[in-house]
T-cell receptor, first 112, second 112 residues
Framework: KQEVTQIPAALSVPEGENLVLNCSFT??????LQWFRQDPGKGLTSLLL?????REQTSGRLNASLDKSSGRSTLYIAASQPGDSATYLC???????????FGKGTRLSVIA | DAGVIQSPRHEVTEMGQEVTLRCKPI?????LFWYRQTMMRGLELLIY????????DSGMPEDRFSAKMPNASFSTLKIQPSEPRDSAVYFC??????????FGSGTRLTVV
């Protein structure tokens, strides 16, 4: 059964700093991996979907990488802003591409 | 597209009452998922459907929980009778191959 771990659980950085959030998963036989953002009291917003054939995906200041062989993914946020403050969740499928198993998230605070 | 639509947004009910949560997935998505989120346990998969057929309900905590998907555009999650420990945020999500999972805004359930 897939297990997803995210480190650190919480992170506080000054505005403008570049940062990396880490995600590890136990079963590397996945078709894809997805990163989400969750604001307090809100639902999940998809940030990036990385297919197993890709090594990375980029959207604006966000870049996610996927290394299936080592069971790791990272989310890189460039030039962080206070509006980036949220919980970031990594999710990998239990088998193949369904269903998603979530990590506990990294709670990010960007201080102005 | 309006995204995944859940109702109600908030539900407060007394212990022992029946609760029904509703979900309208994105048109064309062939998978539908019900997740529950609590502070202690994070996001947990309850049940998921493929083409309206339940595939795995092993995450449903007890017989008090049941879910149906009578057609491709509607699903319900029912709790009968409800208990205080059922208090959580319940999310519905649907999936496409191209964009991955899309989550609804969730239903915050409080059982008193």
């Amino acid at each position: 059964k897939q297990e997803v771990t995210q480190i650190p659980a919480a992170l506080s950085v000054p505005e403008g700093e570049n940062l990396v959030l880490n995600c590890s998963f136990t079963d590397s036989a996945i078709y894809n991996l997805q990163w989400f953002r969750q604001d307090p009291g809100k639902g999940l917003t998809s940030l990036l979907l990385i297919q197993s054939s890709q090594r990375e995906q980029t959207s604006g200041r966000l870049n996610a990488s996927l290394d299936k062989s080592s069971g790791r993914s990272t989310l890189y946020i460039a030039a962080s802003q206070p509006g980036d403050s949220a919980t970031y969740l990594c999710a990998a499928p239990n088998s193949g591409n369904t269903p998603l198993v979530f990590g506990k998230g990294t709670r990010l605070s960007v201080i102005a | 597209d309006a995204g995944v639509i859940q109702s109600p947004r908030h539900e407060v009910t007394e212990m022992g009452q029946e609760v029904t949560l509703r979900c309208k997935p994105i048109s064309g998505h062939d998978y539908l998922f019900w997740y529950r989120q609590t502070m202690m346990r994070g996001l947990e998969l309850l049940i998921y459907f493929n083409n309206n057929v339940p595939i795995d309900d092993s995450g449903m905590p007890e017989d008090r929980f049941s879910a149906k998907m009578p057609n491709a555009s509607f699903s319900t999650l029912k709790i009968q009778p409800s208990e205080p420990r059922d208090s959580a945020v319940y999310f519905c999500a649907s999936r496409s191959e191209l964009y991955g999972y899309t989550f609804g805004s969730g239903t915050r359930l409080t059982v008193v």
